[in-house]
């Protein structure tokens, strides 16, 4: 671990708004290659291309020069990575251990914790998947030319990351975590039913139709959220790594689904697809509050047996959330 629990939740936001970075640079990126009219290559190969060329070499540089802990950084000396892994003590998920332990495997397998991130994750996933994928058509639905949509994908990359933003900056304000994923629920809610609803008719309804739109993207601070707290709740090497692959296998299995409710004879207001949309809000918020109900006793039960042990002794053990008596959950 590199950052106290707090700042964990920081940089996974940052690091998520970089989706809404992509939007704007890749609608930028489409437009200009979308000015190719001739030559050996179409405009879709030549973007596929550079995209390609500078994924690849980011990619070596990345596995060359940026470490995956603080014990393997070239640029510090060892007593600074004495220094570095003493700073997230606190933190109390334990340093990097590559011994499987089938107790803390079984363990991640029946908390409800577990399965509330991947239910989480299915429902910000799905939609997120269709509306990305569709998103220019989905515009290009409201009347908007192909120049324009291309143009208005990139607001919607502002859009994302404002909301990452604020979501982030709520909770350090507030410290909850769960209930700030809820309220940014609210505005998807909105957005939706009114693309269900509003009859594009003018100029009026489309603007408003594309801002509803827009709101609709409000649950990704759900996702973000989400992800950072699965790296703050859960302990035990072997036992966070069975939570992520279950959350990754239910991010993959929606991330192929999401596209697949947009249908074409559907089209242009897809009550389908939105309306799957709304059962996942739902289900989404349903779950935001049980899981905070569940965390929030797991603390409580705790708090009645054990005391708080300031000096955060068994920190570095490869012990489970459950297993350490001085870890405390973040709701």
């Given at each position: 671990?590199?950052?106290?629990?707090?700042?964990?939740?920081a940089?996974?936001t940052y690091?998520?708004?970089?989706?809404g970075g992509?939007q704007?640079?890749g609608?930028?990126l489409?437009?200009c290659f979308?000015?190719?009219?001739?030559g050996?290559?179409s405009?879709?190969q030549?973007?596929?291309l550079?995209?390609?060329c500078?994924t690849?070499?980011?990619g070596?540089?990345?596995?060359q020069?940026?470490?995956d802990?603080?014990?393997r950084?070239k640029?510090?000396s060892?007593?600074d990575k004495?220094?570095?892994?003493?700073?997230?003590?606190?933190?109390q998920t334990s340093?990097?251990?590559?011994?499987?332990?089938y107790e803390q495997?079984?363990e991640a397998l029946?908390d409800p914790?577990?399965?509330?991130y991947?239910i989480i994750?299915?429902?910000?996933t799905?939609?997120?998947?269709?509306l990305?994928?569709?998103?220019?058509?989905?515009?290009?639905g409201f009347n908007f030319t192909?120049?324009q949509?291309?143009?208005?994908?990139?607001?919607l990359g502002?859009y994302?990351?404002?909301?990452?933003?604020?979501s982030?900056?709520?909770?350090?304000k507030?410290?909850q975590?769960?209930?700030?994923?809820?309220?940014?629920?609210?505005?998807?809610?909105?957005?939706?039913i009114i693309?269900?609803?509003?009859?594009?008719?003018n100029?009026a309804?489309?603007?408003?139709l594309?801002i509803s739109?827009?709101?609709?993207l409000s649950?990704?601070?759900?996702q973000?959220?989400s992800?950072?707290?699965i790296?703050?709740?859960v302990a035990?090497q072997?036992k966070?790594?069975?939570?992520?692959?279950?959350?990754?296998?239910s991010?993959a299995?929606a991330a192929?689904v999401g596209p697949?409710i947009f249908?074409?004879?559907d089209?242009?207001?897809y009550f389908?697809?939105f309306?799957t949309h709304l059962g996942?809000?739902?289900l989404?918020?349903?779950?935001?509050?049980?899981l905070?109900?569940?965390?929030?006793?797991?603390?409580?039960?705790?708090d009645a047996?054990?005391?708080?042990?300031e000096?955060?002794?068994?920190?570095?053990?490869?012990l489970?959330?459950r297993e350490?008596k001085n870890f405390?959950?973040?709701?």
């Amino acid at each position: 671990m590199w950052y106290k629990r707090d700042e964990q939740a920081a940089s996974v936001t940052y690091w998520y708004m970089m989706n809404g970075g992509q939007q704007i640079v890749g609608g930028l990126l489409a437009y200009c290659f979308s000015l190719i009219k001739s030559g050996p290559v179409s405009s879709w190969q030549a973007i596929f291309l550079a995209y390609g060329c500078i994924t690849v070499i980011w990619g070596l540089f990345v596995g060359q020069y940026m470490p995956d802990s603080p014990m393997r950084a070239k640029c510090y000396s060892e007593a600074d990575k004495r220094l570095l892994v003493e700073r997230v003590r606190e933190n109390q998920t334990s340093l990097q251990n590559k011994k499987f332990r089938y107790e803390q495997f079984y363990e991640a397998l029946l908390d409800p914790q577990t399965y509330g991130y991947c239910i989480i994750s299915i429902c910000t996933t799905l939609p997120t998947s269709g509306l990305g994928a569709f998103k220019s058509i989905i515009i290009e639905g409201f009347n908007f030319t192909a120049l324009q949509t291309q143009l208005l994908a990139m607001v919607l990359g502002f859009y994302i990351i404002m909301v990452l933003f604020t979501s982030l900056w709520l909770v350090r304000k507030t410290g909850q975590n769960l209930l700030i994923m809820g309220l940014f629920c609210i505005p998807s809610f909105v957005g939706t039913i009114i693309l269900m609803t509003v009859e594009n008719k003018n100029n009026a309804t489309r603007i408003g139709l594309l801002i509803s739109y827009y709101i609709a993207l409000s649950f990704w601070s759900a996702q973000t959220l989400s992800l950072s707290m699965i790296s703050r709740n859960v302990a035990g090497q072997t036992k966070k790594a069975t939570v992520v692959t279950c959350n990754f296998i239910s991010w993959a299995a929606a991330a192929a689904v999401g596209p697949q409710i947009f249908l074409s004879w559907d089209a242009p207001r897809y009550f389908i697809a939105f309306s799957t949309h709304l059962g996942c809000y739902t289900l989404l918020v349903v779950t935001i509050a049980l899981l905070r109900l569940h965390l929030k006793r797991q603390n409580a039960k705790k708090d009645a047996l054990y005391e708080h042990d300031e000096t955060f002794a068994n920190a570095f053990e490869d012990l489970t959330d459950r297993e350490n008596k001085n870890f405390r959950y973040i709701y």
